[in-house]
């Protein structure tokens, strides 16, 4: 998680992406972000987030994005 957030901070230094749950829903992530942070999760955890994962449940907080991982890498 502290790697996810460590992208994420990169990104957007203002936010706080530990209390954050609107990511997406409030405009602080956009579509280039959302390119960003799927490559960078690529290179970091080694796993692909297929198109169907792309979703605002998946991005609006650091906790979603962190539930998609480990459901990624467990192969799901």
Known sequence: ??????ILTDLHPEVDFE???????????????????ISEIADTFDVV???KEIIPENFNSAQALWAMIERLEDGE
């Not at 998680?1 to 460590?6: H, I, Q, V, Y």
């Open 1 to 6: 998680m502290n790697e996810l957030l460590e």
């Open 19 to 37: 209390t954050e749950e609107h990511l997406i829903d409030s405009a602080i992530l956009d579509s280039f972000d959302i390119i960003t942070i």
């Open 49 to 51: 987030v297929p198109a």
